[in-house]
């Protein structure tokens, strides 16, 4: 199984982008099972739980996004999301899909002031 993690990029502050992390191989049963979730670390920084979306549709934030992102997964696409809206300056990171053991590729969003 990879995982593949795209939709980072260069946005100004108080815009949005969407990253988009595939399992490229999972059944869809173990998908399914998954608590899939999205991390970020800075540089200088350790890396940091930004969100997790549980079997049963639970989501949890960390206080900074909460009410600017948004996860979600799409299981037919083995795919999961985070929607982030009004990015600021402190957002600014490298973001890595999470399931379970396995670990994506980084995908970096910068956002400036």
């Known amino acids: 199984v990879q995982l593949q993690a795209s939709g980072g990029g260069l946005v100004q502050a108080g815009g949005s982008l969407r990253l988009s992390c595939v399992a490229r191989?999972?059944?869809?049963?173990?998908?399914?099972?998954?608590?899939p979730a999205w991390y970020r670390q800075a540089p200088g920084n350790q890396r940091e739980l930004v969100a997790s979306?549980?079997?049963?549709?639970?989501?949890n934030y960390a206080d900074s996004v909460k009410g600017r992102f948004t996860i979600s997964k799409n299981n037919s696409k083995r795919a999961v999301y985070l929607q982030m809206n009004n990015l600021q300056p402190e957002d600014t990171a490298d973001y890595y899909c999470?399931?379970?053991?396995?670990w994506g590729r980084g995908t970096q969003v910068t956002v400036s002031s």
């Open positions: 979306l549980s079997s049963d549709g639970n989501t």
């Open positions: 191989g999972m059944i869809l049963s173990v998908f399914w099972g998954e608590a």
């Open positions: 999470n399931f379970g053991s396995l």
